[in-house]
């Protein structure tokens, strides 16, 4: 019986996949209408090399190394051999599908994840000069505090950092805030009365507190020293 084949396109390349006699196809080879490269299903050089564009191996180690996880204990896990595993990160063999299922269960990720190309690291840096300085509320009359932000590029970003300084204010013009989630505040300079609720706290130069933004609190600069901070807050 002679093969029925269609075309499958896969990257640049064009793979013959068919069933029934295969005789013939072993070196239809060459370029097809479009330009691509085709090979035929016996021809599989090129399978090495289409696999190198997906660093499946680099993603599988660090997948591994995320968890703290050694070849060891991957292979009981998996039931792959430590050996073997150890030449699919290093991209000496590549894993059929069945292979890759079985890791891809331990870390709870699709096979999608070997497929598509990993999200850039992110990095954002802030210079000083493009920084912008704000009250912390544009119509109070008197402010309590000037803050800029430290990565307003980055978007979605999993926490906010900004440079606060504080200014002199009376403690009746103390106007209390909350936010869900956590922050940390660490005294650069000067001396600061920080309210949580109801409880006052005296913090100084080289001091830090973390607590729930969730409760209402305020700030005040004690004294006439510049009083600055590093404040960073979680949304929980």
């Not at 956590?182 to 600061?192: A, D, T």
Request: proline share 6%; charged share 25%; hydrophobic share 40%.
């Amino acid at each position: 019986m002679r093969a029925r084949i269609r075309p499958a396109a896969f990257g640049n390349f064009l793979i013959f996949i068919g069933h029934g006699s295969l005789d013939g196809l072993r070196d239809s080879h060459g370029p097809d209408v479009e330009g691509r490269q085709s090979f035929g299903i016996h021809d599989d050089t090129w399978i090495p090399h289409a696999f190198d564009d997906y660093a499946i191996g680099s993603k599988l180690r660090r997948l591994r190394l995320r968890k703290s996880m050694g070849l060891v204990e991957l292979s009981k896990h998996t039931g792959l051999s430590p050996a073997l595993l150890s030449k699919l990160e290093r991209d000496v063999m590549h894993p059929t599908l069945p292979t890759l299922l079985r890791i891809a269960m331990v870390f709870s990720v699709g096979l999608e994840y070997f497929f598509n190309p990993e999200p850039k690291a992110v990095l954002a840096i802030v210079r000083k000069k493009n920084r912008l300085r704000f009250p912390d509320s544009p119509d109070a009359r008197k402010v309590a505090y000037y803050f800029e932000s430290l990565d307003f590029p980055v978007s979605n970003r999993a926490l906010n950092a900004y440079l606060a300084e504080f200014e002199a204010i009376d403690a009746g013009q103390v106007r209390p805030h909350h936010h869900p989630g956590v922050e940390l505040l660490y005294v650069l300079s000067g001396k600061l009365e920080l309210r949580v609720g109801d409880d006052p706290h005296e913090l100084s130069e080289g001091d830090s507190v973390y607590f729930d933004s969730s409760v209402a609190h305020s700030y005040r600069r004690i004294g006439t020293k510049r009083t600055a901070a590093l404040v960073v807050a979680l949304e929980s």
